[in-house]
């Protein structure tokens, strides 16, 4: 009990890491670029099914390799090519080489739905 109370206060996880609001506080603090992450709830590694990308990326490309370099354990499911990428509400189709990526966007790695 005591050990949580000190986690909420602090900005910490049930983990004892930063929470996603404080780890992105502290990231463009640090390195002046955060990106928040939501994955899917099967991705392995990734509990709360968020997380902050923290070194600068310039395209949808540099940050699906920044998510593989923080989820080893999730390179596989990463490469799925039907795992789609939503930036700030809106899906690229193609060319994500071309697709900027900016500290405070919001990005959402979802798979892909289709149907007959």
């Known amino acids: 009990m005591l050990k949580a109370s000190f986690y909420e206060l602090t900005g910490l996880n049930s983990e004892g890491v930063p929470n996603f609001d404080w780890h992105e506080r502290l990231a463009r603090l640090t390195t002046g670029f955060a990106v928040r ?20 990326v310039s395209n949808v490309i540099e ?15 990463l490469a799925d090519r039907t795992l789609s990428v939503v930036v700030n ?16 966007d919001r990005v959402t790695l979802m798979t892909m739905i289709a149907g007959g």
């Open 37 to 56: 992450v939501h994955v899917p709830s099967d991705m392995p590694g990734a509990p709360e099914h968020e997380v902050v990308i923290d070194e600068p």
């Open 63 to 77: 940050l699906r390799e920044a998510v593989r370099r923080r989820y080893p354990e999730a390179a596989e499911f």
């Open 89 to 104: 509400g809106e899906m690229p189709l193609s060319g994500e080489k071309t697709v900027p990526v900016k500290s405070g």
